[in-house]
């Protein structure tokens, strides 16, 4: 049962739900009454009172409780209750205590997974200061409660304003929320916005340690029930019991004692990353771990400098793990050399003629490793709700498998004589029973010493032989386990004549390495050496099946094949997938020479063989890293693949969700490199792929997180089935509801489903809403045809008009009949014959326009289709005008149709400048493809005067990279402009620009948001430039900055159109000397003065000239320009809407939902604010669209 224990309710309630359907409903007092709640107003319906008899642990309690409908948990116990039992809350250990007179009882108690969430939106319009922190009030759907309030990540990844988790207390449907702006400028949030979730924390009991007790002895008799000798198993069953706490898994222990896992890294900057998007149920899912890893102690919030993505993996069973990005930690941490044992040498060690043998496997193995205090900040993983840190050692940190043996190693130490240790699996082998007895036991108190923890259901306990690293193990020797050589034993023989000669090339590779291959591979050669003609003469025979088993057996035996693996060599992994299936080989290249492993293959599953070729390619990879893992972890790898783009994927992202997914996973392995290698040298893999054996295992399909600790039995939670009721919260008033779902019409903000059973929310949705969709769908149509004789009749106007016709009905092209007025008009003009038209009173004129245009069956089309539709029907003075009026005032209409005219506002040329550097204009053009320099964009500056252009190759567009690149590259060989136009961009609006305009003393200009005409100088360059340089590059398309300062040059040495000169006859008052030009013959010699002199006069004369062009060009254009064109003029106060740049979807609105109101103007430049959000904002005129307020006809 859900039991919340609420310090704000007085008394103790429970929903009639919640009791017995056979009996409990006839134990209660019915008594109809209404209990107020804390706001005062709010009310429950109350059935009747009965006695609740409670066990809580070892205590049975009664308190007599309201029976109600419907509540938030299934009983509420109140002060009544706590006050009785003395009941203390402990939320830092997770305990609630109890007492009577007699003894006080302690239970644990655990979050519910599954609480309701209810929004918490902004009440008024807000405007948040920079730089400060204020207090809002947010309205929420619960009247009275303490509630954990969490932000909204879609709202803190679009906005600057900082919210934290926090504990809120509502009270009269309000609460009280901090905002926090850390930027230099102010932020608004409009009225209605949803700022996070509340929820109540519902109660749900766990076990108590009797359950916990029962389960361990469970585990124990398991490992034991294989000991045949009722002597020998009760004296195993008594070492168990004695170290019974190692086979508790109810709870995660970490151990003690040990030496602590380091990080030691580069000289190198925190690796920061932002969280990776998700999808809000995806992020509730990750939520939920979260809580759990900080039930359990494993992580703890962090405000460290490093940050690793968390993404989740998705299971068979359709759980999620989460596994976190350590590829930029991992990339800057030393490496650990420590070696792990040597396998040949271990297995050896144990084909010494042992009579007993124990495997022990550490649960959750690396989780029960502690991390130094000082490198846990290293571990920093982000998500949506915020930034955490490692206690423990987390899976994909590099240097795991030799940080865990050293430890193991360390503290086995004592036990070296008859245990071996590979990581995470003991093993413990005896002569004899008491031997092993007493072995055991040294064994199990040192790993208790250091409280760690076994996983029971991967023990094997008193075994006479066992299955480790491969091979099996007992008193008669060792063998290998056929587990690394069945994709080679199942081959089947080829039926094919292609298959034959498949098979021959893929073992071909091998030939160096056989002894007399040649001589063996005689028989096959001999049908399969056919030309075509002759291909369907193939025949497979006794003596083809002979040299085919000799040739597999020669793949899995000595020399080719090893049975372990060689430490001073690094291990080589060739992979390869097809559709049908994927196959890899484990290997070594020991002084020239290749030595096989491990062979592996398996049939892809109908899902797989769906993946795109890159994805396939990488699970083969996976698939043959979790099959061969005793072999990999802790040890050198290089993979080969023949799919070039995997070659970079341990080191960056290539793209695809699922290989990223994958690169993930293999974080915990030392790969070196992955190498490319051509299909045609990938044989072996390749033949496994396509001749694969039959496998059933999943990818992903493995425990991990918190569901590891409970791989046994799970600890069982005294739970209703939220099915079997609808969640209610009980505070929530029906007069509430109807403004909470009014609000939510006014701001279009949808409020999810309480309910966590989303296929039936959702059809319960459909249900109840069907009829409202289905009647919105048809028609709003509110115009009423029979009431055109009432309204006739209260017209002044028609009732006129009925007097001058009663006095002389041939004069007037009007009828009346049946009591209503009618029009006479002609349809067609070449026709005689005329038509009534109903006389359309003004009070009915809004309602008819309602109809024919707003209503759904009318589509909001224009004025010329909307006046078709009518006038054959009815007819009322100025008509058209009327129609066009009410269109003209359509909001949605105005937010939402394209202007099919020329953009309003005519052109307004930037003057002429005085001179050369009197005003630049920059922007930057790209990103490019990464040069090997490692340039991604090109910072181009013109001059508005001499149109001369200087382009600077840079790595970044970052403020500091341009407020550099622009005091280096041009004002330090130019000097200081007189003003500098340049768009919005953060890179150019920032306070380093700001402070570097006023230290130098330069005017720095911003054009209008989303006009780029306003710097269309430097826009034309940009245009201008990028295909030159696209002529140029190599075929890499990555040396484009090796030709940016030649077609510079080319374009600063040619006649600009506008000037008539060339920018840099301008700049410098002479013509280029080119390449081609002929070498002078003479010099003459003057003096710096009369040069100066004569400079002067030369570039006054080309100034004034240049001057003279550009006015004559910007005048023939602006009269281009502005033929035909609009140019409306605005006032302060005017209601206008602004164009929506950047639209989603077509379906979005085109103009801003809401007017503006214009505060400024400098035409064609406007201020305008929304009154709502206060935000003010500059827009060019082009971008108005004057708003027509809807009055009635």
Not at 52 to 66: N, P, Q, V, Y
Not at 424 to 442: C, G, K, M, P, T
Not at 891 to 914: A, F
Not at 1109 to 1119: A, F, I, L, P, T
Request: proline share 6%.
């Amino acid at each position: 049962m859900k039991v919340m224990i609420d310090t704000g309710a007085n008394r103790s309630f429970i929903s009639i739900k919640a009791l017995d359907p056979s009996y409990g409903k006839h134990l209660v007092n019915k008594s109809h009454s209404r209990i107020i709640l804390a706001d005062g107003h709010t009310s429950l319906s109350v059935f009747g009172t009965m006695t609740l008899s409670i066990t809580m642990g070892d205590m049975l309690t009664s308190i007599k409780a309201f029976v109600v409908k419907e509540l938030c948990a299934d009983c509420i116990l109140g002060m009544d209750f706590i006050n009785k039992y003395k009941l203390i809350i402990n939320t830092e250990e997770q305990i609630v205590s109890i007492s009577d007179d007699y003894k006080r009882t302690t239970l644990k108690f655990a979050i519910n997974k599954n609480d309701i969430r209810y929004p918490a939106r902004l009440i008024n319009n807000v405007r948040v200061p920079p730089k400060q922190t204020v207090t809002v009030p947010v309205s929420v759907e619960l009247s009275s409660a303490q509630v954990l309030f969490r932000p909204s990540f879609k709202l803190q990844q679009r906005s600057p304003v900082v919210m934290l988790n926090s504990a809120l207390t509502i009270h009269h449907h309000t609460s009280f929320i901090s905002l926090h702006n850390p930027t230099t400028y102010s932020y608004s949030l409009p009225r209605g916005i949803i700022l996070g979730t509340t929820t109540i924390p519902t109660l749900s009991f766990k076990r108590n340690s009797t359950t916990d007790h029962q389960i361990v002895h469970k585990n124990i008799n398991n490992l034991i029930r294989h000991i045949d000798n009722p002597e020998q198993q009760d004296r195993v069953k008594t070492l168990l019991n004695q170290y019974a706490k190692l086979f508790d898994t109810s709870k995660l222990t970490v151990a003690s004692n040990v030496t602590s896992h380091a990080i030691k890294t580069l000289d190198h900057p925190p690796p920061v990353s932002k969280p990776y998007y998700s999808t809000p149920s995806k992020q509730e899912e990750m939520y939920k771990i979260v809580q759990e890893l900080l039930h359990f102690g494993l992580i703890r919030p962090s405000d460290s400098p490093y940050a690793a993505p968390a993404l989740l993996v998705a299971k068979q069973d359709g759980t999620w793990r989460m596994v976190v990005d350590y590829k930029k930690l991992n990339n800057i941490t030393i490496k650990d050399n420590h070696p792990l044992p040597n396998m040949e040498q271990a297995i050896q060690l144990l084909g010494g003629g042992y009579n007993f043998f124990s495997k022990l496997d550490m649960k959750s193995g690396f989780w029960q490793l502690p991390i130094k205090e000082e490198d846990k900040f290293k571990t920093a993983f982000i998500t949506p709700d915020g930034l955490f840190e490692w206690n423990v050692l987390a899976q994909g940190l590099k240097n795991s498998p030799p940080s865990f043996q050293r430890v193991m190693t360390d503290i086995l130490s004592p036990c070296r004589e008859f245990s071996l240790v590979y990581i995470d699996d003991i093993v413990v082998y005896s002569r004899s029973f008491e031997e092993h007895l007493n072995h055991l036991a040294q064994v199990l108190a040192a790993l208790s010493k250091h409280n760690f923890q076994l996983n029971p259901v991967k023990c094997n306990i008193f075994h006479q032989h066992i299955d480790y690293l491969s091979h099996t193990i007992s008193e008669f020797g060792v063998k290998p386990n056929n587990e690394k050589i069945q994709a080679i034993i199942k081959l089947r023989e080829p039926s094919k004549l292609a298959e034959a000669n498949k098979f021959l090339g893929s073992i071909s590779w091998y030939r160096k390495f056989i002894p007399q291959f040649a001589t063996v591979a005689a028989p096959i050669h001999r049908v399969t050496n056919l030309t075509k003609p002759n291909r369907r003469q193939f025949v497979w025979g006794d003596a083809q099946q002979q040299a085919f088993l000799q040739l597999k057996e020669l793949l899995i035996k000595s020399p080719l094949f090893l049975n372990f693996p060689n430490d001073n060599y690094p291990l080589i992994l060739t992979t390869d997938a097809s559709k049908v299936g994927i196959g890899g080989t484990l290997q070594q290249n020991i002084d020239g020479e290749i030595k096989n492993l491990y062979y592996h293959s398996q049939v892809t599953s109908p899902t797989q063989r769906r993946y795109d070729p890159i994805e396939l390619e990488a699970l083969a990879i996976w698939l043959c890293f979790q099959r061969m893992r005793s072999y990999l972890l802790g040890r050198s790898i290089i993979i080969y693949t023949d799919h070039c783009p995997l070659c970079k994927m341990m080191n960056s992202s290539v793209k695809n969700r699922r290989v990223d997914r994958i690169s993930i996973l293999l974080q915990e392995y030392n790969i070196e490199k992955i190498i490319h290698i051509k299909g045609q040298h990938n044989c072996l893999a390749d033949y496994l792929s396509r001749h694969p054996i039959q496998n059933d295992e999943e990818i992903f399909d493995e425990d991990y997180g918190i569901n590891m600790l409970f791989q046994g039995e799970p600890p069982e939670m005294v739970h209703v089935p939220e099915n079997n009721f609808q969640i209610v919260g009980a505070v929530v008033t029906r007069s509430k509801m109807k403004q909470i779902a009014q609000r939510q019409d006014q701001i279009h903000v949808t409020i999810p489903s309480i309910t966590n059973d989303k296929s039936s929310s959702s059809s319960q949705e459909k249900i109840e809403h069907s009829d409202e969709v289905t009647s919105d769908l048809i028609t709003s149509n509110n115009f009423d045809i029979t009431q055109i004789k009432i309204e006739q009749a209260k017209d002044p106007v028609i009732q006129n008009k009925l007097k001058e016709i009663m006095k002389d009905s041939t004069k007037h092209s009007y009828v009346f009949k049946d009591g209503i007025l009618y029009k006479l008009a002609l349809m067609r003009s070449n026709s005689t014959t005329k038509t009534k038209l109903i006389y359309l009173p003004s009070s009915m004129i809004n309602s008819l326009l309602q109809f024919y245009h707003n209503d759904p069956l009318s589509g909001h089309f224009g004025v010329r289709r909307t006046y078709l539709k009518i006038k054959n029907k009815f007819w009322w003075p100025k008509m058209k005008q009327s129609i066009s009026k009410y269109i003209q005032s359509c909001l949605p209409c105005q937010q939402y149709n394209i202007n099919r005219s020329k953009k309003p506002g005519q052109l307004y040329p930037i003057p002429v400048p005085e001179g050369p550097f009197q005003l630049i204009g920059i922007d930057y053009c790209g990103p490019f493809k990464k040069t090997p320099r490692g340039n991604l964009y090109v910072l181009c500056i013109t001059d508005y005067f001499t149109r001369w252009v200087t382009a600077i190759a840079l790595p970044d567009c970052s403020a500091q990279t341009t407020a550099q690149a622009l005091f280096q590259e041009y004002i330090c060989r130019y000097g200081v402009p007189k003003s500098i136009l340049s768009d919005q961009g953060t890179h150019f609006k920032n306070q380093l620009m700001e402070a570097m305009a006023k230290l130098i003393g330069y005017n720095h200009i911003f054009s209008s948001v989303y006009h780029p005409q306003t710097n269309g100088m430097v826009e034309r360059f940009n245009a201008t430039f990028v295909p030159q340089i696209a002529k140029l590059q190599d075929r890499e398309n990555n040396n484009w900055d090796e030709f940016l300062l030649p077609v510079v040059f080319a374009y600063n040495t040619g006649i600009h159109a506008t000037t008539g000169y060339s920018p840099f006859q301008l700049q410098y008052g002479r013509d280029p000397r080119l390449p081609t030009d002929e070498p002078s013959t003479s010099f003459t010699f003057n003096k710096p003065q009369d040069y100066y002199e004569r400079l002067k006069k030369n570039l006054l004369i080309l100034q004034r000239q240049t001057r003279d062009n550009v006015n004559s060009r910007q005048q023939r254009y602006k009269h281009r320009y502005d033929k035909q064109r609009a140019d409306p003029h605005y006032e302060i106060n005017d209601l206008v809407l602004i164009k929506i740049h950047g639209t989603k979807t077509k379906l979005d609105p085109k103009y801003s939902i809401t007017p503006k109101v214009i505060i400024k103007k400098q035409h064609p430049i406007y201020w305008v604010k929304d009154e709502d959000t206060q935000v003010e904002s500059r827009v060019h005129v082009n971008d108005i669209r004057p708003i027509f307020i809807s009055k009635t006809i």
